[in-house]
């Protein structure tokens, strides 16, 4: 079994920083992409930023130079400094994972941890 938790999620005023985290945590071979989803009220889930195993990162337009993902390999965890943070930035923000795990570890399967609330508002 598998899962993916994902913590650091609050309420900040406009321009203020918080930091997600998602451990990955189970019978894992291989982790490839982690990445980070929001979904506002009434909108669709946005891919926010993204970092391949070998570190190569992308970002929604909005968030470059403000967000910042990482990944420790070796805690099998991916982090999103989140900083300048605006109103438009409140939602729901999801980890997501594209990993080879067992007992099939030769399937690739991307899983989802549970959504972490981010409300920024004065």
């Known amino acids: 079994q598998v899962q993916l938790v994902a913590s650091g999620g609050g309420s900040v005023q406009p321009g203020g920083s918080l930091r997600l985290s998602c451990v990955v945590s189970?019978?894992?071979?291989?982790?490839?992409?982690m990445g980070w989803y929001r979904q506002a009220p009434g909108k669709q889930r946005e891919l926010v930023a993204a970092v391949t195993s070998t570190g190569s990162v992308n970002y929604l337009d909005s968030v470059k130079d403000r967000f910042t993902i990482s990944r420790d390999n070796a805690k099998n965890t991916v982090y999103m400094q989140m900083n300048s943070l605006r109103p438009g930035d409140t939602a729901v923000y999801y980890c997501?994972?594209?990993?080879?795990?067992?007992?099939?570890?030769?399937?690739?399967?991307?899983?989802w941890g549970q959504g972490t609330l981010v409300t920024v508002s004065s």
């Open positions: 997501n994972a594209g990993l080879f795990y067992g007992p099939a570890p030769d399937v690739y399967r991307e899983l």
């Open positions: 189970g019978s894992i071979v291989r982790i490839t992409f």
